[in-house]
Structure formats: C-alpha cells, structure tokens
C-alpha cells in the first residue's frame, strides 16, 4: 500500500469536492451573467394562461392590461386564419430588448410562438422569465402546445412584431 489508509480516505473526500468547486464556478458565472442580461430590458411584459384565452399585462406603461381570446369563425375577415387568429393581438416593437415572465391562472399551458423557436411553460404559482430581442417586422402565429384540457389548441397567441411609432400609436387605442 502506498498510502496509508487515512491518507487514502483524504484525498477520496476532497477530489469531489474539488470537482464540484471546478463547476460551481462557471455556473455561477453564467448565472450573474444571465442576470446582467436580464437587467438591461426596455419592455417587460406578463403572459398569463387561462383556460381558452390569454392576459398580457404591459406593467411599464401605465399598467395596461388586455384578454385575447380566439376570434369566432363568423367574425374572421378574408385572409384571417381560421383558429389561429384572435381578437386582441400583442404588437410589440421591433429591436427593443423585451423581458417576458409567464404564469397561468389554473392547469399547465405553453406559449409557444414556433417562428422564434420558444415555447416555454406557464404553470401557476410559478414565473417564468425569460428576454428577447425581435429583430423582424412581422405577424407570428402561435398556440398553446400543453394537453391542458379540453380545447386546449384553441388558445392561440398572435405576436405582431412592429415599429416603434406604430407600437406608440397602438398603446394610445388601448
């Protein structure tokens, strides 16, 4: 035996350890990184999920707040998508850093937007955060992607991803 028994016991107690510190490290890095980026949002918008419709909550202007619900196949205008389009749209501005956080009221849903690759969960009494950046004008069309009941993929989202003066304008109809 080349090392003694308690010489043997150390060094298989700290080369965990060690391993462990060597990824505690760049974690938590990432992590103050990931927060400097969340830090440096210029919209903050709050997606909530209900069953069949969804909230968006704008908190930095003025507390604006407003429900999209799926639009009835009799009120759907020539060219609008039958399921997918809804009543109120959220129209963000293009090339503003837009921090979202999401949560539902009731069961699982998930906002998905697939033109953008997102798709995150909204589960309630948990937010989930996460910014964007937009950097083309555009309409997306998204829906929800959880079994969360019946009906559950006629929850639509319609994101109208616009520029800056329409955005202003579209807040004063609100």
């Not at 043997?8 to 462990?20: G, S, W």
């Not at 069949?52 to 707040?65: T, V």
């Amino acid at each position: 035996m080349i090392l003694g028994y308690k010489n043997t016991e150390l060094l298989l107690c700290l080369i965990p350890i060690l391993l462990l510190l060597l990824q505690i490290i760049p974690s938590l890095l990432l992590l103050w990184k990931r927060n400097l980026e969340l830090d440096g949002n210029d919209l903050r918008i709050k997606v909530i999920g209900h069953q069949w419709y969804w909230s968006y909550e704008l908190g930095d202007i003025g507390d604006l707040a407003f429900d999209s619900y799926i639009k009835p196949i009799n009120e759907l205008r020539l060219g609008e998508l039958i399921f997918l389009e809804v009543d109120n749209r959220l129209i963000l501005p293009v090339r503003v850093r837009i921090r979202f956080i999401l949560s539902s009221s009731d069961v699982i849903h998930s906002w998905a937007l697939p033109s953008f690759f997102i798709k995150l969960d909204c589960i309630s009494g948990i937010l989930t955060v996460f910014s964007y950046f937009f950097n083309i004008v555009g309409l997306y069309f998204g829906q929800c992607s959880e079994i969360c009941g019946a009906n559950h993929s006629f929850i639509p989202v319609v994101l109208e991803v616009t520029l800056f003066d329409f955005f202003k304008e579209w807040l004063k109809t609100i």
